[in-house]
């Protein structure tokens, strides 16, 4: 069994029931959700909008690879009606983001897959609600 720890955040719609919606889907098509960080209210990070987002984080407990939970988690977007990822570091409002922050102790640098997330320190929106998960000492 593997741990791996996701980012969620949303900043259209009903912020609240799209994190609620995300975390069921993770339950379902990634793994076991063993504990959830409360939604933190933010300002966007690195763009300009007028939508404060919701964010939050989970771990899960999974049999899932890196690759699939990937996989797993842009399905689970675009099922969610998210119709655009970052790109060229030009960020924009969407219903759910997905992220993988950290998988065991692993290490993965490829074009679309970098764990741990390598803005992940940057971003207290991503750090707050992880430490709140995350069992004492491990970061």
Not at 21 to 48: C, H, L
Not at 103 to 116: Q, R
Request: include cysteine; proline fraction near 5%.
């Amino acid at each position: 069994m593997h741990e791996v720890y996701l980012s969620l955040g949303t900043n259209l719609g009903h912020r609240e029931e799209n994190l609620q919606e995300a975390i069921r889907r993770i339950n379902g098509k990634v793994g076991a959700v063993v504990a959830q960080s409360a939604f933190m209210d933010t300002e966007p990070w690195g763009y300009q909008s007028s939508r404060h987002y919701l964010n939050a984080c989970v771990r899960v407990a999974t049999e899932m690879s890196p690759r699939a939970i990937l996989r797993a988690t842009q399905l689970i977007e675009r099922q969610m009606g998210r119709r655009h990822k970052t790109q060229n570091g030009v960020y924009r409002d969407r219903i759910i983001d997905i992220d993988i922050l950290l998988y065991d102790d692993v290490s993965i640098d490829e074009p679309d897959l970098k764990i741990p997330h390598p803005r992940m320190f940057e971003r207290d929106f991503v750090m707050q609600p992880l430490r709140e998960i995350m069992p004492d000492g491990q970061l």
